[in-house]
């Protein structure tokens, strides 16, 4: 269940994105996701949540955390809400099969279980 607010709450909210956009994508490979356009707006979608719930998160918590990209997270939100023409689905990729199983192992210590 979500935690009602604060930093518990985004960080619950970063993983569950995290872990949607991973487990609709499970089994896709880079081809497959590259010619599905409504898993890649999905996919989209959940990285801006994370992005926006990253910058909603305590400078304390992000300063005790740096083991997680925290501006890195949000420019990445800023790109895909404000400057959509320039999303690179290669860069989605990237982000969906790197940057989120990593971000889900450092956050999953830090929320509580669902």
């Known amino acids: 269940m979500r935690p009602e607010e604060g930093d518990a709450a985004c960080l619950w909210d970063m993983a569950d994105a995290a872990r949607t956009a991973l487990d ?3 089994g896709y490979d880079r081809a497959r996701y590259l010619s599905d356009r409504t898993v ?3 996919v989209e979608r959940l990285t801006e949540i994370i992005g926006e719930a990253a910058r909603k998160v305590s400078q304390r918590l992000k300063d ?3 083991e997680i990209s925290w501006r890195s997270i949000i420019a990445q939100r800023h790109v895909l809400a404000h400057e959509y023409g320039e999303i690179k689905q290669d860069r989605m990729w990237r982000v969906l099969t790197e940057d989120l199983p990593k971000l889900l192992a450092a956050l999953e210590p830090l929320t509580p279980p669902e």
């Open 40 to 42: 890649q707006l999905a």
């Open 24 to 26: 609709i994508t499970a």
């Open 64 to 66: 005790s955390h740096p």
